[in-house]
């Protein structure tokens, strides 16, 4: 559009936080059945469809999508979900209804594809892989994740050779409003930074609050910051299985990558961290934002999520922990996710807060940033 660009980052790399350290689905809403309003699944899957399509127009390639996709997400439901099989297959019904009414829209499609139907009717077959005594119904669905670590090369790629200039290494303190524009005000190397200009952009995510109280903006509402870890390991029958997200309560989400003989496995119980409704995370839980778990914490976390896998899946063997990843997760509510009511069931707000030149984006979900970053342009 004509603007020359600044990404500030507090980093020496960006794309480094949270887009690398999340679990990657493109979440099409299945999972968000206990918002009733279903404003969070129409949000979901509309902002999955325009995931792929954005991405490529900005990019302006083609993307390899199946080269980077997981193998596909299952929906088994737990013996004790929150909600039955019979009202969770009423909310993939709906879900699959308002996909067929907007596929039609040739421009839309998901990571590639633009499949008859999101997902298979379940049948007693389905349920073969998983152990029954802890699942009572399996779900097949077209939903996927991307590997984070290969999106990330291919968006860092394209800035590189963009006339988008990027300023690692500036910890953005404040921003406040000037006679001509604003005044980002960083840390470099212990020394403050002054950046000036027009607009600003705050996309900051866990920092994105603090920053707008120093605008002056508050939003309502008791918001939170988790602080959740996924362990990726290898495993000899990794090749057969099919990603899951069993639902529907505090459980957990296997995503396997057969080309790199990998999977992520996320076990809410032991992998959600830390959670507080301050402003900002406590500094003291920094380096666990940058993975670096407590051994102890990290030990009981891998035997009680191998325990946790090995219920569900008939026959695993973990033989090696690859790697262990934490982000961070902004989101409106605090309660539980347990307790049924809990905002946390609910991501469908309007992603940018706009005041006059400035914006804040509250990213949501990953799969949703594509498709804010096209909101956006309509407030320029
Ligand atoms: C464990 C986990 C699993 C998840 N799984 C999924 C999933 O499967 N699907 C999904 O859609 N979403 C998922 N999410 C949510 C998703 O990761 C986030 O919604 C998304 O990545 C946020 O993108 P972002 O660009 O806003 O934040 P980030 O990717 O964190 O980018 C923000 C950038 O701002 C920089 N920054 C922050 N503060 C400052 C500052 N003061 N000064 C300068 N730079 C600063 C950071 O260093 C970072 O580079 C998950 C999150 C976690 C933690």
Redesign the pocket.
């Known amino acids: 559009m004509g603007y020359r660009v600044k990404l500030?980052?507090?980093?020496a790399t960006?794309?480094?936080?949270?887009?690398?350290?999340?679990?990657?689905?493109?979440?099409l809403g299945f999972i968000y059945a206990l918002d009733t309003s279903k404003k969070t699944t129409d949000k979901l899957l509309m902002d999955a469809l325009q995931f792929g399509p954005i991405i490529e127009d900005l990019i302006g390639e083609k993307i390899d999508w199946n080269r980077i996709k997981s193998s596909r997400f299952d929906y088994i439901v737990a013996r004790d979900s929150m909600m039955s099989s019979d009202s969770l297959l009423e909310h993939y019904e709906y879900l699959n209804t308002q996909y067929h009414n907007l596929r039609s829209d040739q421009h839309l499609h998901y990571l590639g594809e633009r499949p008859q139907d999101l997902f298979i009717v379940p049948s007693r077959d389905n349920l073969t892989p998983y152990n029954q005594e802890k699942i009572v119904m399996v779900c097949p669905t077209q939903e996927y994740?991307l590997r984070p670590e290969d999106l990330r090369q291919t968006i860092v790629d394209k800035i590189k050779s963009s006339p988008i200039e990027v300023i690692t290494n500036?910890?953005?303190?404040s921003v406040q409003r000037s006679s001509y524009g604003f005044i980002t005000q960083?840390l470099c190397q212990e020394q403050l930074v002054n950046l000036e200009s027009d607009l600003v952009i705050n996309?900051?995510?866990?920092?994105?609050r603090?920053?707008d109280h120093s605008m002056g903006l508050t939003e309502d509402g008791i918001w939170s910051l988790?602080?959740?870890?996924?362990l990726i390991f290898r495993a000899d029958q990794i090749k057969k299985w099919n990603s899951f997200s069993m639902v529907l309560g505090s459980y957990g989400?296997l995503?396997v990558y057969p080309a790199y003989n990998e999977a992520y496995f996320?076990w809410y119980p032991e992998?959600m961290l830390m959670q507080t409704n301050e402003l900002e995370l406590p500094s003291s839980w920094q380096p666990t934002l940058r993975s670096q778990i407590n051994s102890g914490q990290l030990k009981k976390a891998i035997e009680r999520s191998g325990i946790a896998l090995g219920a569900i899946l008939s026959s695993v063997e973990i033989s090696e922990l690859v790697n262990v990843?934490?982000?961070?997760?902004?989101a409106r509510g605090f309660r539980s996710i347990q307790d049924p009511s809990s905002d946390l069931h609910k991501r469908h707000d309007i992603p940018i807060l706009a005041d006059n030149g400035y914006f804040s984006?509250?990213?949501?979900?990953?799969?949703?940033?594509p498709h804010n970053s096209q909101k956006l342009l309509t407030y320029l």
């Open positions: 500030v980052e507090q980093n960006a794309y480094n936080q949270a887009s690398l350290q999340q679990e990657g689905k493109v979440h994740a500036h910890e953005v303190k960083c996309a900051a995510w866990e920092e994105k603090r920053i988790r602080v959740k870890m996924g989400d995503v996320s992998c990843k934490a982000g961070a997760i902004l984006i509250n990213t949501g979900k990953f799969t949703s940033a």
